[in-house]
T-cell receptor, first 113, second 114 residues
């Protein structure tokens, strides 16, 4: 089983709203990732959590705030976003096997008005 | 020079033909190599991974790795219209052992024509 789930599937928010994206995996993976993907571009890494600790922040603006409450759950809190933040937000988790394979969730399509 | 390079395409092949997708990388210490398929509006789906020189086959897919030439490819035999998608090459560098950080190519769009 390589399932990563994400909620919601779609989100529309205004620039003054606060919302959260949720990601969950029950595969025992200890590394989880947030990516942002714009149309016709590859996924762009935002954050990496390893053993529930933030290990990489790719200079992401503070209006994006990640949280890892436990080893199965990853949140991305959104506040005061800009229209250019509209994108597909992808969560992934990584196996600890030799191949270090990342599996992606279905994504959340975010539109900022 | 980009760290991972792919031809953006589109690569157009007739149904039943072999599609050949190519990827080069700049970090000679790269360890693991992945091919993801992404349909329009969907998330990337893992197709193949390879970390040893040579070929690895899985059904209609074959991944080929040549570390000396810093080159990895994906062959799709008996291409079907359902294979039409963007194929992303991703590389895990030597310095990414702890984080598993992947470097993605820009992706190659494959069109399989009936």
């Amino acid at each position: 089983d390589t399932e990563v789930t994400q909620t919601p599937k779609h989100l529309v928010m205004g620039m003054t709203n606060k919302k959260s994206l949720k990601c969950e995996q029950h595969m025992g993976h200890r590394a989880m990732y947030w990516y942002k993907q714009k149309a016709k571009k590859p996924p762009e890494l935002m954050f990496v959590y390893s053993y529930e600790k933030l290990s990489i922040n790719e200079s992401v603006p503070s209006r994006f705030s990640p949280e890892c409450p436990n080893s199965s759950l990853l949140n991305l809190h959104l506040h005061a976003l800009q229209p250019e933040d509209s994108a597909l937000y992808l969560c992934a988790s990584r196996t600890q096997a030799r191949t270090d394979t990342q599996y992606f969730g279905p994504g959340t399509r975010l539109t900022v008005l | 020079q980009k760290e991972v390079e792919q031809n953006s395409g589109p690569l157009s092949v007739p149904e039943g033909a072999i599609a050949s997708l190519n990827c080069t990388y700049s970090d000679r210490g790269s360890q693991s190599f992945f091919w993801y398929r992404q349909y329009s509006g969907k998330s990337p789906e893992l197709i193949m991974f390879i970390y040893s020189n040579g070929d690895k086959e899985d059904g209609r897919f074959t991944a080929q790795l040549n570390k000396a030439s810093q080159y990895v490819s994906l062959l799709i035999r008996d291409s079907q219209p359902s294979d039409s998608a963007t194929y992303l090459c991703a590389v895990k560098g030597k310095g990414s052992s702890n984080t598993g950080k992947l470097i993605f190519g820009q992706g190659t769009t494959l069109q399989v024509k009936p």
